[in-house]
């Protein structure tokens, strides 16, 4: 039973959900949003939904995929289909590796897209950066994305750039010189996240 000083009823007017809509709905929560639609040109007063390409198709990229959807976007998802549960989410999915970038760029070229990205997977980076640079879409550039995705590349950017950072070298097999290093030691690939493949190295004899 609800009481207060203006209305006593048995039950509340408005339903938990119908309030939980009401504070989700970008509409009543006053936030500005634009540029969801666009036209073709000022000749054409026909609107068009913005369209979205997202590089991965896993669990990972789902959260990102039923947010663009929600806000209106139209996706457009690129991966391979193992794995893929966007693929009956988004609005259209295409059996493309998330590494190959020439096919990647020639299929955004034809469905002109107005925007490429992805979340939680530094693969698909480079690819996205090459693709939003040919197109001319807002991106960090090609040559920025493969130094912050190869851990060598990245280091010698800093070294470059008078950075402070651990001393290093590249190991390609094992006669590497660590005459200079002292141990403990860390051994990482230089092409994976998350902590993969990542070694405490204790003594020389491992």
């Not at 991966?79 to 299929?107: M, N, P, Q, R, V």
């Not at 040559?143 to 651990?166: D, V, Y």
Request: glycine fraction near 4%; include cysteine; aromatic fraction near 8%.
């Amino acid at each position: 039973r609800i009481q207060d000083n203006f209305k006593t009823h048995e039950q509340a007017e408005w339903s938990a959900m119908s309030v939980k809509r009401n504070i989700e709905n970008e509409v009543y929560t006053g936030t500005l949003v634009q540029e969801k639609r666009t036209t073709p040109n000022h000749k054409v007063k026909k609107l068009m939904k913005k369209k979205l390409a997202i590089i991965g198709a896993s669990y990972l990229q789902l959260p990102l995929v039923e947010r663009a959807k929600k806000t209106g976007i139209e996706t457009h998802c690129f991966a391979w289909s193992e794995g893929a549960i966007c693929k009956e989410i988004a609005d259209f999915f295409y059996t493309i590796s998330i590494l190959e970038k020439e096919k990647k760029k020639k299929k955004c070229i034809d469905i002109k897209i107005d925007g490429i990205t992805t979340i939680a997977t530094d693969m698909a980076v480079p690819t996205i950066c090459y693709v939003a640079e040919k197109m001319n879409l807002v991106s960090n550039s090609f040559i920025s994305s493969l130094a912050s995705t190869n851990k060598n590349e990245m280091r010698n950017a800093f070294k470059n750039g008078n950075c402070s950072i651990p001393k290093f070298i590249e190991a390609n097999n094992n006669e590497v010189n660590i005459k200079d290093f002292k141990f403990p030691l860390i051994v990482k690939p230089v092409d994976r996240s998350g902590s993969r493949g990542v070694t405490k190295v204790l003594f020389e004899s491992q």
